[in-house]
Every structure is written in structure tokens, then in C-alpha cells.
């Protein structure tokens, strides 16, 4: 069965520090994998994808993400964290084995708090 | 920036009642999405919806929901008679194409008691 897995209910980091959020996944095929953010009484807002291609995705807010077919992650990173950063991260992926499928499995979500 | 939209905010109503969601998807999206979120759980994937018609749900997505496009704008989910645990966060969201990221509205915190 399809899964996401985000290990860390809570990650800390200092402004300024990078920072990593962890995501593995299991499909039966490839993958279509995404982050979205989730601010207090906002939606989820999309921050990048992967589909095909390079491996490291850029996205929004100096965000990026890793995908790695070998050890089954989407980790997603950036080089510098802000105190704004600070929100609940989603990570999901979209099964292609077997046709179309358009639903999304996301993870249990990872706080990120930045300290200033 | 184009958003999807969703009323209301927040839906109290009691059980065995009918409410419907009601959401505005991006204007030129061709794929419609219900996601629910109950407190403290995971996101998950209620129904997809394409050229009027359903083209997958979940277990999740019985008898009691039915899920609408009434006109060119809206996107409706309805419950028919609720139950205490449909008490969730509920999200629609709208794609451009099926690859493509899916974005979400702000979403309608349902309460039922």
C-alpha cells in the first residue's frame, strides 16, 4: 500500500542554520512527489514537486528537495532558515503505478519552529 | 495570484443534519479534490472530480457524501446526514492537469455535535 512517512513530528533549528525535513514514501510505482506548507488558519500551500528529472527540485521561498529512488526520500531542505519558515510541512506523493491516479497521500505533517 | 477559495471558514451543525461545503476553484483548473483532515491526523483524500463526473473516492467517500459542480464557478461537497465523526478540517483543492500540483483552499472546519 502506498505511504508516507514524516519521522519527526518536530524539528528545531536557529535562524540562519539549514535545515531538513524528512520524508521517505512507498508506492508500488514512480513516484510524483510534493511539499506543501501549512500556516496557522491558512491552506496547504505548494512549495515544489518532483516528476522527473534532476534529482534536487527547487521551489518556493529558497526551499529545495532531494529525491532519492535508492533510499526511498524526498528530504526537503534549505540553506538558511528564517523565523518565518517556522509552519507545519506536509509531504505527499501521487502513486503512477497502474494508470492514472490523482490522489494525494500525504505524510502526518513535521513542525518546523525556527528559533530567532 | 489566483486562490482557491472555500466557505464557510467554519460549519457547526448537529448530527444528522445536511450541510454542504462550498468551494471556488481556480478559474481555468479542470480537476477538483475533497481532502479531509481530522484533528491531530493525517490528510486524506475524499474525491476527485472531473468533466462532471466522479472519477475516484475513497472508502471514506459513502453514501452520505455526494459532491457537485451546480455552475461554471462552484464546487460543492454535501453531507447528507452527519455524524459526530465528520467533525474535521475540510479542503478542496483544484490541479491544472493530473501531473501537475494540486492547490488548496484555506479550508471549512466542520463541527458536529
Known amino acids: 500500500a502506498q505511504s508516507v512517512a514524516q519521522p519527526e513530528d518536530q524539528v528545531n533549528v536557529a535562524e540562519g542554520n539549514p535545515l531538513t525535513v524528512k520524508c521517505t514514501y512507498s508506492v508500488s510505482g514512480n513516484p510524483y512527489l510534493f511539499w506543501y506548507v501549512q500556516y496557522p488558519n491558512r491552506g496547504l500551500q505548494f512549495l515544489l514537486k518532483y516528476i522527473t528529472g534532476d534529482n534536487l527540485v527547487k521551489g518556493s521561498y529558497g526551499f529545495e528537495a532531494e529525491f532519492n529512488k535508492s533510499q526511498t526520500s524526498f528530504h526537503l531542505k534549505k540553506p538558511s532558515a528564517l523565523v518565518s519558515d517556522s509552519a507545519l510541512y506536509f509531504c505527499a506523493v501521487r502513486d503512477m503505478f497502474g494508470g492514472a491516479t490523482n490522489k494525494l497521500i500525504f505524510g502526518t505533517g513535521t513542525l518546523l519552529a525556527v528559533q530567532p | 495570484e489566483p486562490e482557491v477559495t472555500q466557505t464557510p471558514s467554519h460549519q457547526v451543525t448537529q448530527m444528522g443534519q445536511e450541510v454542504i461545503l462550498r468551494c471556488v476553484p481556480i478559474?481555468?483548473?479542470?480537476?477538483f479534490y475533497w481532502y479531509r483532515q481530522i484533528l491531530g491526523q493525517k490528510v486524506e483524500f475524499l474525491v476527485s472530480f472531473y468533466n462532471n463526473e466522479i472519477s475516484e473516492k475513497s472508502e471514506i467517500f459513502d453514501d452520505q457524501f455526494s459532491v457537485e459542480r451546480p455552475d461554471g464557478s462552484n464546487f460543492t461537497l454535501k453531507i447528507r446526514s452527519t455524524k459526530l465523526e465528520d467533525s474535521a478540517m475540510y479542503f478542496c483543492?483544484?490541479?491544472?492537469?493530473?501531473?501537475?500540483?494540486?492547490?488548496f483552499g484555506p479550508g471549512t472546519r466542520l463541527t458536529v455535535t
Open positions: 478559474s481555468n483548473h479542470l480537476y
Open positions: 483543492a483544484s490541479s491544472e492537469d493530473p501531473p501537475g500540483e494540486q492547490y
